[in-house]
């Protein structure tokens, strides 16, 4: 990495602002060399502290690459496997939270055998209650469609309120918890779908609710998953950005100072409100 502290780094003004600033002409990408080959593994955890400690611990092995710690509580993985029409029993997904792991090596045989140890190392103290490393491609496959295959959750329920939130490493259970518990309040049949990418808090979720919801029952939604983020270090809005569909939320649940630095940033550097008028902060 070239260092530099050569006075304002002005390209991170250009970060999030959604060409509210100007328009990028030229990006530099850093790759990562990929491993030879990888294995897969879906591991049941009471606890997203417990999912935690076990990517800590594959980490800190240097004779393998994590290449992928994604974590889906049971609600999310059981409507999964039901939409998906997996075999009861094809996969273990009894556990509270299951956390799917791809570990990268020098071959197919070296990641599964490394995974299978590192599994068996940590096993009781992050207190895992069932896990399975994939023996084929097609099973490693089946794991990560789990994952990855979410229009899943938009056949189940049109259009449900969806949102992309990022929560600190250690609030993850209390969130989920939190945010189970407040939508209650609002109705009775509402409950989360809940997934995302553990190594930095980003998490996906649905309401099992069809849409659109009208615009104040949008809001009492959003305040219930946004309530106390940006005082813990989180954010509303982890990789989706503001854009219009959470410029209100933006007004309410975004730092105040932030924004106002944000008004004046844009006034200087845009003062007709040309670039990509309304979005992030809302035209005079």
């Given amino acids: 990495m070239l260092k530099t502290s050569a006075g304002y780094d002005l390209k991170h003004l250009f970060i999030g602002a959604e060409g509210t600033l100007g328009i990028v002409t030229r990006?530099?990408?850093?790759?990562?060399?990929?491993?030879?080959?990888?294995?897969?593994?879906?591991v049941g955890v009471p606890d997203a502290a417990s999912a935690q400690r076990i990517v800590r611990h594959f980490l800190e092995r240097t004779q393998t690459r994590l290449n992928a710690a994604e974590i889906l509580w049971q609600r999310f993985a059981a409507a999964m496997n039901r939409m998906l029409g997996?075999?009861?029993g094809q996969l273990p997904l009894d556990a509270p939270c299951l956390l799917v792991l791809e570990l990268g090596a020098d071959s197919v045989e070296a990641a599964r055998e490394a995974l299978e140890d590192g599994l068996a190392a940590i096993?009781?103290?992050a207190g895992i209650i069932d896990g399975l490393v994939a023996s084929s491609v097609s099973q490693a496959g089946a794991i990560w469609r789990l994952r990855e295959e979410t229009e899943m959750i938009e056949r189940m329920h049109h259009l449900?309120?969806?949102?992309?939130?990022?929560?600190p490493a250690g609030a993850l259970d209390a969130y989920v918890q939190r945010i189970e518990t407040g939508l209650k309040r609002i109705a009775a049949t509402y409950a989360p779908y809940v997934f995302g990418h553990l190594a930095d808090g980003n998490l996906h979720i649905s309401i099992n609710t069809d849409g659109p919801v009208?615009?104040?029952?949008?809001?009492?939604?959003?305040?219930?998953?946004?309530?106390?983020?940006?005082?813990?270090?989180?954010?509303?809005?982890a990789e989706h950005g503001v854009g219009l569909d959470k410029r209100d939320a933006y007004e309410r649940h975004a730092d105040p100072v932030k924004q106002a630095l944000a008004r004046a940033i844009k006034?200087?550097?845009?003062?007709?409100?040309?670039?990509n008028p309304g979005k992030i902060i809302a035209g005079e």
């Fill in 267 to 275: 006034g200087m550097i845009d003062p007709a409100n040309v670039m």
């Fill in 160 to 167: 449900p309120p969806s949102f992309d939130v990022s929560v």
């Fill in 27 to 42: 990006v530099v990408l850093r790759l990562d060399p990929v491993a030879g080959a990888s294995a897969t593994a879906l």
């Fill in 86 to 88: 997996f075999a009861p």
């Fill in 214 to 237: 009208s615009h104040a029952l949008h809001e009492a939604i959003e305040d219930v998953l946004y309530e106390g983020l940006q005082a813990s270090g989180g954010s509303f809005s």
């Fill in 123 to 125: 096993w009781e103290e």
